[in-house]
């Protein structure tokens, strides 16, 4: 390590140049740190922290006084899968109000686009067919929202529907305070009133072995029948069969699917050429540069001064 550096980081991606990613300003405005990328040559023990996004299985081995490894998103469930991340590490999120605001035009394009029927215009323009939907279009207060997840991203999602005249409710695991116009809900029972109250549902929740497979005919039963997914998590939260089956039931009408066990998509995927699913790949919001920075920036001082840093997930909840 050079002399006037006090700490080493490692950035480690098996999916994601990292050092192309976050640019020559973040390198270079990391104040006395020695930016390394995985795999590295050089002495592992000065390696205290790590900037990672889905690490190799064996990553994290070679660091034996790693102390911290920040995601550069919201989610750590990659972080957290990798077997070779020690119990005592901290892992750190981002929290980016850019990204959620992101995220919150994203959703409302998809809740508006089935309130309004973008499809059936759509159809309409391929038909050159000039037809008003007269009657058939419903106002915002007639289309209730359930949103699973009401943390950074979700309360910012919920209040910007809320204020778009939406019927807006919340499922969070505790119970939380709503901000005036959204329904809090939470626990198990809570998540059953909420879905027979629910036409659009919005997926914000962590990966966690809770809310694996969370989006499933159970989950799609409950709901209004006709409604819509709208699936911003992760992917490992939908039971795709399960999903195929209710838009071909009705009791679905359609899907917007932005994440996916494995991404990219695989090739010949049916939902790739489904008629009522629209995929994105994996981009609803990004979390921006800065704010990762910043995450950095007060991960290092409060390593630097023995402190536990800020954003530093519970690892027991496993978000
Ligand atoms: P967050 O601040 O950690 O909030 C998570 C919310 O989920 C909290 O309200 C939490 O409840 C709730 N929750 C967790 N486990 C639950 C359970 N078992 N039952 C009920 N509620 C539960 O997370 P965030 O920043 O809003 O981000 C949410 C997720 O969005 C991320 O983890 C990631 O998966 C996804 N995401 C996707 C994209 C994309 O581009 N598609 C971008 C960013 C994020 P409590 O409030 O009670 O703790
Ligand atoms: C993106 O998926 C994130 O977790 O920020």
Avoid at 48 to 64: G, I, S, T
Avoid at 170 to 197: C, E, N, V, Y
Wanted: proline share 7%.
């Amino acid at each position: 390590m050079s002399g006037t550096c006090d700490m080493r980081c490692v950035l480690v991606s098996k999916s994601l140049d990292l050092r192309g990613y976050l640019g020559p300003e973040f390198v270079h405005a990391a104040d006395r740190i020695e930016i390394v990328s995985h795999p590295h040559d050089g002495p592992a023990m000065d390696v205290r922290l790590a900037v990672a996004w889905h690490p190799p299985d064996d990553a994290f081995e070679h660091y034996p006084n790693l102390q911290a490894v920040c995601s550069i998103g919201a989610g750590v469930d990659n972080i957290l899968a990798c077997p070779s991340l020690r119990p005592d590490v901290d892992v750190i999120r981002v929290v980016d109000p850019a990204q959620a605001q992101m995220m919150s035009g994203f959703v409302a394009w998809h809740v508006i686009g089935h309130q309004r029927r973008f499809a059936t215009y759509q159809a309409q323009q391929r038909e050159q067919r000039w037809k008003r939907l007269g009657l058939d279009v419903r106002r915002a207060q007639d289309v209730p929202v359930g949103i699973l997840g009401f943390g950074e991203i979700g309360r910012r999602v919920a209040t910007d529907l809320a204020s778009l005249g939406f019927p807006v409710m919340a499922w969070s695991r505790t119970a939380k305070p709503a901000p005036h116009g959204i329904r809090a809900f939470d626990g198990a029972a809570g998540l059953d009133a909420m879905l027979g109250q629910t036409e659009i549902l919005v997926n914000l929740l962590p990966l966690t072995p809770e809310t694996r497979g969370i989006l499933n005919r159970r989950t799609f039963g409950r709901m209004y029948r006709g409604g819509y997914l709208i699936q911003v998590g992760r992917g490992e939260h939908l039971v795709e069969a399960d999903l195929l089956a209710a838009l071909e039931n009705g009791q679905l009408s359609g899907a917007a699917l932005d994440v996916f066990s494995t991404e990219p998509l695989a090739p010949r995927h049916p939902f790739w050429c489904h008629p009522r699913i629209l995929v994105t790949p994996h981009e609803a919001c990004e979390v921006s540069v800065a704010a990762i920075g910043t995450t950095f920036r007060a991960t290092v001082e409060a390593i630097r001064a023995g402190q536990r840093p800020p954003l530093t997930i519970d690892r027991t909840r496993g978000y």
